[in-house]
């Protein structure tokens, strides 16, 4: 696996960026955003970011934001959580000549969130699955690997982990079926390369996302039973027993017995 530091990920003059993928942060002209003034308008801007140039009506906006709250004026308070919100771009301290420009627009009967020269984390990471996938098809694995391994560095973790919001857990399911997309073609690479440590090293990563994924713990056994480690093979079973009974009041299925009896089998 082709290890790149978090350095060569990281936008090569910006200063301003965004990070979703394992918490949310805003830093504009290198100083961090702190105070947003105003419990919404966070959620406003996280939201009209995963919009980024498309409008969001005012409807959708509102259900977003106060979903079924007792709030009497949502409209208002919308008004005020976009003022706030502008008034926050308009106050970030000067940096240079590639200073950020955020701005919204009012269209459609909604607001757009517009961006020039800012970074976000989670825009990298699809392009970085999405140029690995198209390599892949063109017959170059070894260049797809180099992107596939950029998206893993990437994912620093679930995408705004501290949101409850529906339109934000669908998304955090997508990156993550995403990142266990991106890991499960490097363990493939891996294992036609003969390298069974860094087949090891991506399951073990697809385990950090889903404890109960049974085709993982599949895989760890065939691999420990190459590396002729019959007690290693007994762990990960154990293991795979534990998380499905504690996680999901289950047995692991037909399968992953049996891909354990034959790891125990050769190893």
């Known amino acids: 696996m082709n290890h790149l530091n978090d350095h060569t990920l990281a936008p090569p003059s910006l200063t301003s960026t965004v990070h979703t993928l394992g918490g949310f ?3 504009l002209n290198g100083v961090p955003v702190e105070h947003w003034k105003g419990g919404l308008t966070k959620a406003l801007f996280q939201h009209l970011l995963s919009n980024l140039e498309r409008p969001v009506s005012r409807t959708a906006l509102i259900e977003a934001l106060w979903g079924e709250s007792s709030a009497t004026k949502p409209a208002a ?3 005020v959580a976009v003022h706030t919100l502008r008034q926050l771009f308009t106050e970030a301290p000067p940096a240079g000549p590639d200073d950020p420009r955020l701005w919204i627009s009012f269209q459609d009967a909604g607001y757009a969130l517009h961006a020039e020269n ?13 140029e690995a996938i198209r390599l892949e098809r063109d017959g170059d694995p070894a260049a797809a690997a180099v992107r596939y391994n950029q998206a893993v560095q990437l994912y620093k973790g ?4 501290e949101s409850d919001d529906p339109w934000a857990t669908s998304r955090r399911e997508r990156f993550k079926n ?3 997309q991106v890991l499960t073609r490097l363990a493939a690479h891996s294992y036609e390369r003969g390298d069974l440590q860094e087949v090891l090293v991506s399951q073990h990563r697809m385990l950090e996302i889903d404890p109960c994924r049974e085709e993982s713990y599949q895989e760890l ?6 590396l002729h480690q019959p007690s290693r093979v007994q762990d990960w079973f154990a293991t795979c027993v534990h998380q499905m009974a ?6 692991p299925g037909a399968a992953t017995r049996a891909a354990y009896h034959e ?3 050769t190893a």
């Open 221 to 226: 056994m065939r691999c420990h039973a190459l």
């Open 246 to 251: 504690t996680r999901l009041a289950v047995e």
């Open 178 to 180: 995403m990142q266990l």
């Open 77 to 79: 308070g919308l008004k």
């Open 118 to 130: 800012l970074w976000i984390d989670v825009h990298e990471f699809e392009k970085a699955v999405t």
């Open 25 to 27: 942060r805003l830093t």
């Open 263 to 265: 790891a125990l089998r």
């Open 158 to 161: 679930p995408y705004l982990p």
